[in-house]
């Protein structure tokens, strides 16, 4: 699986090593000799890539670089490969969202393994924000009756319990309701609750 492969360690023999046995199988590589280099210039989401991580380097560390690119929204996977590997370290990385963690001196095998299950973790991510970005263009072509009749239909409201709340009749309720389908392009509620429930729009409300 071709894609691009940002290394980042403050090794440079590291560095040369692990560019030259990615480029051997294929893949593009880009190397950082700081987490900061890294951060001073985030990749696009454009291509598919991945990140090559160390955990322990001068100034910003590969723990606190994770979560600066989290708070940027990257979507680009995280394999961390350190020779300082412990538990409360592995853990942090995995519940933040790490792809994997790998101990130096990682095989050629389980590097590509983790880089093509990230890359593969990418191409998700990537189809999933597209999706988010879809349903969001199709919410912001409502008008603001429409995006009340929206929220009230989500919410389990019956066109006459609609028409109450808004001060309306029900057939207008359901003029704004065809609207809200066709601006939506959904065709049953379900599909109207999912859009809904897919942007937090709904969580948002329980809370």
Do not use: W
């Amino acid at each position: 699986m071709p894609g691009l492969v940002y290394v980042v360690d403050d090794d440079a023999s590291f560095r040369t090593a692990i560019e030259r046995r990615l480029k051997v199988a294929g893949y593009e590589v880009e190397t950082y000799s700081s987490a900061q280099l890294l951060l001073d210039r985030v990749p696009a989401a454009e291509r598919p890539g991945c990140i090559l991580l160390d955990v322990q380097m001068p100034g910003l560390t590969g723990l606190e670089l994770q979560s600066r690119l989290i708070e940027l929204g990257s979507i680009l996977p995280i394999v961390f490969v350190t020779g300082h590997a412990d538990t409360p370290t592995t853990v942090r990385a995995i519940k933040a969202g790490a792809e994997d963690f790998l101990t130096k001196p990682a095989s050629s095998e389980q590097l590509i393994a983790a880089i093509e299950r990230a890359l593969a973790r990418y191409e998700a991510l990537r189809s999933q924000r597209a999706k988010l970005d879809l349903i969001l263009s199709h919410l912001a072509r409502l008008t603001p009756r429409e995006r009340q009749v929206f929220d009230l239909i989500v919410r389990g409201k019956i066109n006459k319990q609609i028409a109450t709340e808004l001060g309306t009749t029900e057939r207008t309720v359901k003029a704004h309701r065809h609207e809200v389908m066709e601006k939506m392009q959904v065709h049953s509620l379900a599909e109207l609750v999912s859009s809904a429930e897919r942007l937090g729009l709904l969580d948002r409300r329980a809370n």
